[in-house]
Nanobody, 124 residues
Framework: QVQLVESGGGLVQAGDSLRLSCRAS????????MGWFRQAPGKEREFVAQ????????YYTHSVEGRFTVSRDAAKNTVYLQMNSLKPEDTAVYYC?????????????????WGQGTQVTVSS
């Protein structure tokens, strides 16, 4: 069992930066690949970024490549999403998720545990 708690969301202007954190409770954090997803009002939850168990590989959806960076700190049981050059279309609730089954997956169905989400609002 893993519990995930996100933090770091907020209201910013276009072009600003935010860093989201997701702290995992329990042991064996390194056994989970971690993903970030987001959901805007009236839209389906979509994949944003993912980092493998080892932290050696990362993956991003096309719209955030070059602007967002996902990383993990095993000592702190925490995964981060650094978001730079934010755009109004990045506005959404951001969720972190953990999967023990897949090391690489963009499909939210494959993730076992989810955080409660943190709101990111980017004004123009």
């Amino acid at each position: 069992q893993v519990q995930l708690v996100e933090s770091g969301g907020g209201l910013v202007q276009a072009g600003d930066s935010l860093r989201l954190s997701c702290r995992a409770s329990g042991r064996s954090f390194s056994s989970y690949a971690m993903g970030w997803f987001r959901q805007a009002p009236g839209k389906e939850r979509e994949f944003v970024a993912q980092i493998t168990r080892s932290g050696l590989s990362t993956y991003y959806t096309h719209s955030v490549e070059g602007r967002f960076t996902v990383s993990r700190d095993a000592a702190k049981n925490t995964v981060y999403l650094q978001m730079n050059s934010l755009k109004p279309e990045d506005t959404a609730v951001y969720y972190c998720a953990a999967t023990s089954t897949y090391d690489i997956s963009e499909n939210p169905v494959n993730y076992d545990y989810w955080g409660q989400g943190t709101q990111v609002t980017v004004s123009s």
